[in-house]
């Protein structure tokens, strides 16, 4: 089996990237949560094309679930994922316990404006985003690295962590990657694993109803009509909707007409206990 280097601490890895600095060779960061799919994978190659040195950091992050939430019983799978990043060609893995990244008397969180208390899924998770910027935040000084990879799937965060990589002048690069999808259309996630056969049959209508949805606004069919019928196909194909909104592709602010635009439609639904989320352009 291929092998990949993996650090734990963060004066390991931080001493592997000052010597690929000195190299004159760029790093850049993929962060995960692992349990890595495809749309991982997708992260990785698009970091290559960045930089000459990929970092995929591995570490499920306690302070962005509730205490209601997976984080117990999110998938772990260490061993596939290293499997699957040297065969990528990545060069290296980030594993931190948890201890690593909060030592005992840890006390700091990053404070959210902007597009992380628009009313999407701040809404339903009110600590999420907190938890994922403070963790990014920790993760981009500890690496140095020159630029790190987002996926578009998790559209809020990518909006949430590029604002905050500015406004804190991080100095670092944010990429966004398009979502990558089953043949079937439904987004890759690595919570996808927890659905039953009949919950996974009914998952990829969510991205078809997307899809028509972004359709008709093109055809500059009726706003407020065109996305109360979608909800409505939603919530009548068995899902529990959290929300799917037209929001202003930028700002995440919400809008009133199509000249509002340019435009995302966001979602999240609840199918048997698990929670998806998707979005699309206009
Ligand atoms: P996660 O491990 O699910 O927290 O996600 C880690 C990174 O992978 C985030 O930047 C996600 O947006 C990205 N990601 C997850 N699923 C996909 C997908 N299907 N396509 C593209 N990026 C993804």
Redesign the pocket.
Same mark, same amino acid.
């Given at each position: 089996m291929t092998q990949i280097a993996v650090f734990e601490t963060v004066a390991a890895m931080r001493a592997k990237v000052a010597a690929w600095h000195a190299a004159g060779e760029k790093v850049a960061l %993929?962060? *995960?949560? &692992? @349990?890595l /799919?495809q &749309? /991982?994978i997708?992260?990785v190659k698009e970091a290559q094309r960045h930089a000459r040195r990929v970092i995929t950091t591995i570490f499920v992050n306690p302070t962005q679930f509730a205490p209601h939430e997976d984080f117990k019983k999110y998938p772990r799978t260490f061993d596939q994922d290293c499997a699957m990043l040297a065969e990528a060609q990545a060069d290296a893995v980030f594993f931190p316990q948890v201890e690593e990244m909060y030592p005992p008397g840890f006390a700091t969180r990053i404070l959210l404006l902007g597009p992380a208390a628009v009313g999407l899924d701040d809404r339903f998770r009110p600590t999420h985003f907190e938890g994922v910027a403070t963790v990014c935040c920790k993760l981009f000084t500890q690496s140095q690295a020159d630029c790190a %990879? +987002? &996926?578009?799937?998790?559209y809020q965060?990518?909006k949430v962590v590029t604002r905050m990589a500015a406004d804190l002048d991080l100095g670092i690069e944010i990429i966004p990657?398009? *979502? +990558?999808?089953e043949p079937d259309g439904l @987004?890759?996630?690595?919570r996808n694993r927890y659905l039953s056969a009949e919950h996974r049959a009914l998952a990829p209508l969510l991205h078809k109803v997307m899809q028509a949805l972004a359709a008709r606004l093109r055809n500059r069919d009726d706003l407020f009509k065109a996305v109360t019928e979608a909800q409505g196909e939603i919530i009548s194909a068995g899902f529990e909707l959290d929300y799917l909104e037209a929001r202003h592709a930028d700002t995440l602010a919400a809008i009133t007409s199509l000249a509002d635009g340019p435009i995302r439609l966001l979602v999240a639904a609840r199918i048997g206990g698990t929670r998806l989320i998707d979005n699309i352009a206009v």
């Amino acid at each position: 089996m291929t092998q990949i280097a993996v650090f734990e601490t963060v004066a390991a890895m931080r001493a592997k990237v000052a010597a690929w600095h000195a190299a004159g060779e760029k790093v850049a960061l %993929v962060p *995960t949560m &692992g @349990a890595l /799919h495809q &749309g /991982h994978i997708a992260l990785v190659k698009e970091a290559q094309r960045h930089a000459r040195r990929v970092i995929t950091t591995i570490f499920v992050n306690p302070t962005q679930f509730a205490p209601h939430e997976d984080f117990k019983k999110y998938p772990r799978t260490f061993d596939q994922d290293c499997a699957m990043l040297a065969e990528a060609q990545a060069d290296a893995v980030f594993f931190p316990q948890v201890e690593e990244m909060y030592p005992p008397g840890f006390a700091t969180r990053i404070l959210l404006l902007g597009p992380a208390a628009v009313g999407l899924d701040d809404r339903f998770r009110p600590t999420h985003f907190e938890g994922v910027a403070t963790v990014c935040c920790k993760l981009f000084t500890q690496s140095q690295a020159d630029c790190a %990879v +987002f &996926g578009e799937k998790d559209y809020q965060q990518l909006k949430v962590v590029t604002r905050m990589a500015a406004d804190l002048d991080l100095g670092i690069e944010i990429i966004p990657l398009a *979502t +990558f999808r089953e043949p079937d259309g439904l @987004a890759m996630s690595s919570r996808n694993r927890y659905l039953s056969a009949e919950h996974r049959a009914l998952a990829p209508l969510l991205h078809k109803v997307m899809q028509a949805l972004a359709a008709r606004l093109r055809n500059r069919d009726d706003l407020f009509k065109a996305v109360t019928e979608a909800q409505g196909e939603i919530i009548s194909a068995g899902f529990e909707l959290d929300y799917l909104e037209a929001r202003h592709a930028d700002t995440l602010a919400a809008i009133t007409s199509l000249a509002d635009g340019p435009i995302r439609l966001l979602v999240a639904a609840r199918i048997g206990g698990t929670r998806l989320i998707d979005n699309i352009a206009v």
